[in-house]
Structure formats: structure tokens, C-alpha cells
């Protein structure tokens, strides 16, 4: 026959609270359990947290060899604009310590953009530069061309496009 217990611990007596009770009281005993179910989780949504936490975008390293289209390009944020000597950007391209090099081309209207096509912060720098050029209004859009360069064992290497 089945007892009835006192009012207040009537819940306790129902097989399902019974079977509940002994399942926590398993688990607790077991700290690895504790560790794996609880804390791990917890500590690894703060470790991915602070790995992948909001950061500002990159400011992109560029050159010029031009005072002109450096003060054009150094409205734009994102862009750290080097005013370099004659041929100092090409060399700063091809050892990667600049992403972009801005030069004029052949008319006072054209420019010249080179950069590492294999480089993604080439071509980002690349935008940014032809968009802030034609805020401006130095050149004509038309008048603008990319020169992309790419070899084995350096940076880069002139090949136009």
C-alpha cells in the first residue's frame, strides 16, 4: 500500500522528484561533469569574446611621390599618405611596407596606381585612393589605371594591366 506522507514533502515522495534528486546528486559529485556542463562553456564564450572582439578597420599604408595627390589622398581617413622621394614608392611596394603607391602618369591629369594584386590591402587601398581622388577632383576619372604587379620571390613586380 502506498503511504502518504506529511503535507509538506508530498512532492518529494512522486518517483519523477525521486529520479531528479538522485541525477543532481550524481552530477554533483562528479567535478568533471561540473567543469564540462558549466564553466568550460562559459570561459570559452569569453575566450572567443576577446579574440574576436569589435576592432576599427585597419588604416592602410600608401605613398606618393606627388605633394598634390598627397593632400587629396590624407582627407581620407583610412589612408596613411608617405610623400616620397622619386622612386622611393616602388621600392616601398615591392617590399610590402606600403600597399599602394598613387603616381602621375603621362599628363597632369592621369594617375597611376600600382600595387600588389595578390595583396587584398591593395586593392582596398586602391579604392579608397581612387575614391578620395575623385572627391577632390585632382584628376579625371577617366584618366585613372591600375597597375597590379606580382612575381615569384618579392612583393611585387611592374606588369600592367
Request: proline share 6%.
Amino acid at each position: 500500500m502506498h503511504r502518504v506522507p506529511p503535507e509538506g514533502g508530498r512532492w518529494l515522495s512522486h518517483p519523477l522528484a525521486q529520479l531528479t534528486l538522485v541525477r543532481m546528486r550524481e552530477f554533483i559529485r562528479e567535478p568533471e561533469a561540473l567543469f564540462w556542463s558549466l564553466l568550460f562553456p562559459i570561459l570559452l564564450a569569453a575566450g572567443l569574446g576577446v579574440a574576436f572582439r569589435n576592432r576599427p578597420p585597419d588604416v592602410l599604408k600608401i605613398a606618393t611621390e606627388d605633394a598634390a595627390l598627397a593632400a587629396a589622398l590624407r582627407k581620407e581617413p583610412m589612408l596613411d599618405v608617405q610623400l616620397r622621394a622619386a622612386g622611393g614608392g616602388e621600392q616601398a611596394v615591392r617590399t610590402g611596407e606600403v600597399a599602394l603607391l598613387v603616381a602621375r602618369g603621362g599628363g597632369a591629369d592621369t594617375v597611376v596606381y600600382r600595387f600588389d594584386d595578390t595583396n587584398p590591402e591593395g586593392r582596398a587601398a586602391r579604392m579608397l585612393a581612387d575614391a578620395a581622388i575623385q572627391r577632390s577632383g585632382t584628376t579625371n576619372r577617366s584618366l585613372s589605371r591600375a597597375q597590379s604587379s606580382t612575381a615569384c620571390g618579392s612583393r611585387s613586380r611592374g606588369t600592367a594591366r
